[in-house]
């Protein structure tokens, strides 16, 4: 997980490159936009990967309560 202030720099990474793509951007060159990209993707990367994993965890605990559920409801009709 990243600390409030590697959000907060990254932000303001992600606006200094849009304030870029409008003024010097309009004239750059294939290299200079790819120089740009690699800058935010080594910050932007690890936090997209976080969110995944985290969303993925998050997934896994939802089936995980609803299949111990399934098996609660089974195991309380086969007791009747």
Known sequence: MSSVDERQSFMEKLDEVQEW???D???ATAT???ERLNSLTD???PIVFWLFKAGRNINLGFQKKELMSSWAIKTSSKLD
Do not use: A, N
Request: net charge negative; hydrophobic share 25%; no cysteine.
């Open 21 to 23: 793509l409008y003024t």
């Open 25 to 27: 951007g309009e004239e």
């Open 32 to 34: 200079e936009f790819q």
């Open 43 to 45: 910050i932007g990367d």
